[in-house]
C-alpha cells in the first residue's frame, strides 16, 4: 500500500470560488514563505518570475505545513474550507 495508493483514495472537491488558502502581497517573500516552494508535499506553492511566492491550492492535502511554517510572517492567510470542501478522507 503506497502513499500514492492511499492518496488517490482521497477525494477532493474543489472549493473553486473560496480558495481557502491566500499567500499575501507581497515584494519579498520570507525566508519561511519560499521554503513552502520545497516544503509543501502537494507542491501548491511556486515562485513566479518577480521572486514572489505564489499557490495554486487545488491539490491542497491540509496539512497545515504552511500554516505553522508561516505562522509569525503573516505571509499566509489560513482557514479552513467550507463544510463539504476540502479533503474528504475515506475510511473502510
Ligand atoms: Fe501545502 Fe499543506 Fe499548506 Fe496545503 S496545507 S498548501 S498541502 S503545506
Redesign the pocket.
Known amino acids: 500500500d503506497t502513499i500514492e495508493n492511499r492518496l488517490f483514495q482521497n477525494r477532493y472537491i474543489v472549493d473553486t470560488g473560496q480558495p481557502h488558502?491566500r499567500v499575501t502581497p507581497h515584494e519579498t517573500p520570507s525566508e519561511a514563505l519560499q521554503s513552502?516552494v520545497h516544503?509543501?508535499?502537494?507542491?501548491?506553492?511556486s515562485k513566479n518570475e518577480h521572486g514572489q511566492v505564489e499557490?495554486v491550492?487545488d491539490?491542497?492535502?491540509?496539512?497545515?505545513?504552511?500554516?505553522v511554517?508561516c505562522q509569525d510572517t503573516g505571509e499566509?492567510e489560513?482557514s479552513y474550507p467550507r463544510g463539504g470542501f476540502g479533503v474528504l478522507f475515506k475510511f473502510g
Open positions: 488558502i513552502m516544503v509543501c508535499p502537494a507542491g501548491c506553492y499557490i491550492a491539490g491542497c492535502m491540509e496539512c497545515g505545513t504552511c500554516r511554517v499566509i489560513w
